[in-house]
């Protein structure tokens, strides 16, 4: 399997990223019937793309859903850089894609800016967007007739548009098949390699983690903690039949397995 | 499994219908030798009837018409409002829930005198007669609808720092309008029977005082006539609510 060559202008625009930090995660505890989040502590760079991995119900979306100030913890504290009362600076892609049906995919689109007072609403943003996930000709579509990939295709624009720091995206391609989700994660690397995003992503896909990510974070069972952190290495674009990338693998699942 | 119809057939299917249903008139008439149904008059009767008076059944259907829909208009909105407010307020709904289905579970029939003393007899008396029987379906589905949206959106929309007034227009209302509309579909048949309920009681115009002066007078002909025209009243009705819905909520399957 082989990945698209990015430009090489993108490619040292990342690597020239700050260090400063987007997000930092400290001693977040989180119980309901039993406890779940165990103090967890994890800093993410300005730019970086972590990947969170675990076993099932560790309680990876919840941890998504204290940063995203959708949840309260019981315990802890989440240092945003940037943080905008609106919420602006954080955008959340969700695992269903949760279009609404009585707005086309523009509209779709378009709706954080519709929430938020005085947002200008720029075509040639979305514009730009359409044109990256390939979705210039279904604009005007609504979400009835749009498959699957597409829809989530149109969330990860509709988190994009407001230009956030910091996406959050949960499982957001778990629903696709092999060629769609391929294709989505080919659109996302593209969008974060223009954008210089800071990305956490949750997947319980261990090629998925490797493939994207910077450093993969993986999570213990409950009551979950941060078990170990696997810097990914490996350049871009990755191809994962290579040894290296099968060793990284190799080197995650026996983390989540320990 | 369902079978698709062909159309001419699925078309023709109501023209058969009403063609049995006045054959079994005929029929039941030809059959009632003692002349017990002496007030029901044959369908060239009531035909000629409705021809030869067009004009009245027309002004009156439409006074009935407007008494229907302003009620309508008046106890939905009401209705609506205070859905909206119970539907914030679980207090609001515990005070006023039980009072609502009492007044709901009390007939029209037995409202509409008191509403008459009230009103007096005229326009305004026949309006709250359809206003009070058609603003229970909206009050009864609505606070649920609104209520009832996937836990998941609602963290869409708190992700992206929406108020609750926002989430109202933009998420509980577009997602509560099948709801509504179907609870308007039955008001809006209810608004007719309130409106003809209060000409029953104060029969000073509409199709309801064409019926009430039909049957105290043996008038057959004009008590079919204003029968069929007051269902006809209802169907406008019904086919204007639904035709809203099919621009308001396109996005969603349709059904009667």
Redesign the interface.
């Known amino acids: 399997m082989t990945f698209p060559k990015h430009s090489i202008p993108a490619l040292c625009k990342h690597f020239m990223k700050t260090e400063s930090k987007a997000l930092r995660i400290s001693q977040i505890t989180k119980a309901f019937d039993e406890k779940v989040l165990d103090g967890i502590n994890l800093t993410v760079s300005s730019g970086e793309f972590v990947v969170l991995v675990g076993p099932n119900a560790c309680g990876k979306t919840t941890l998504l859903?204290i940063i995203?100030?959708?949840l309260q913890s019981d315990y802890g504290e989440v240092y945003r850089e940037n943080k905008a009362?609106?919420?602006?600076s954080?955008?959340?892609v969700?695992q269903?894609p949760?279009l609404?049906?009585?707005l086309t995919l523009e509209e779709n689109i378009y709706?954080?800016l519709?929430?938020?007072k005085n947002a200008a609403e720029h075509s040639e943003d979305l514009d730009r967007l359409l044109s990256l996930l390939d979705l210039e000709n279904k604009r005007k579509s609504?979400p009835?007739g749009l498959s699957g990939g597409e829809a989530q295709k149109a969330t990860i624009a509709r988190a994009l548009i407001t230009d956030p720091k910091i996406l959050l995206l949960d499982e957001p391609f778990s629903a696709l098949d092999d060629i769609m989700r391929q294709e989505l994660q080919d659109a996302l690397l593209k969008i974060w390699l223009q954008t210089s995003d800071t990305v956490l992503f949750v997947t319980h896909d261990l090629d998925e983690a490797v493939l994207l990510a910077d450093r993969v974070v993986v999570l213990s069972r409950k009551p979950t903690r941060v078990k170990q952190e696997v810097p990914i290495t490996l350049g871009r674009p990755r191809h994962s039949n290579s040894p290296e990338f099968e060793a990284l693998v190799l080197l995650v699942r026996r983390a989540l397995l320990s | 499994m369902t079978h698709k119809l062909p159309n001419i057939l699925r078309l023709s299917l109501p023209l058969i219908a009403m063609m049995s249903l006045i054959g079994t008139w005929e029929l039941v008439l030809l059959l009632d030798k003692d002349r017990r149904l002496y007030l029901i008059p044959g369908v060239a009767t009531v035909i000629k009837e409705l021809w030869s008076n067009l004009s009245l059944y027309v002004s009156e259907g439409i006074q009935t018409l407007i008494e229907a829909f302003v009620g309508f208009l008046i106890g939905n909105t009401a209705s609506f409002l205070l859905a909206v407010w119970m539907s914030y307020s679980k207090s609001v709904e515990r005070i006023v829930y039980p009072y609502a289905i009492a007044l709901k579970a009390t007939p029209i029939v037995a409202l509409a005198p008191l509403i008459v003393a009230c009103f007096g007899q005229e326009f305004s008396s026949k309006v709250v007669c359809a206003a009070v029987i058609s603003f229970f379906p909206l009050m009864i589905q609505c606070p649920e609808a609104f209520r009832r949206v996937p836990e998941?959106?609602l963290?869409?929309?708190?992700?992206?720092?929406?108020s609750e007034k926002?989430i109202f227009f933009?998420?509980r209302l577009?997602l509560a309008s099948s709801q509504i509309f179907s609870a308007l579909k039955t008001a809006s048949s209810l608004s007719v029977v309130g409106a003809l309920m209060g000409e029953f009681m104060s029969p000073t115009g509409g199709i309801g005082k064409l019926l009430i002066q039909a049957l105290a007078n043996g008038w057959g002909g004009q008590l079919i006539a204003a029968t069929i025209v007051s269902g006809i009243i209802g169907v406008i009705f019904f086919g204007l609510i639904h035709f809203l819905q099919a621009r308001v909520?396109?996005?969603?399957p349709q059904s009667f």
């Open positions: 859903r995203a100030g959708l009362n609106d919420g602006s954080l955008s959340v969700f269903k949760l609404l049906p009585w709706l954080p519709r929430l938020k609504y009835k | 998941e959106l963290d869409l929309f708190h992700s992206l720092g929406a926002q933009h998420l577009p909520v396109y996005w969603a």
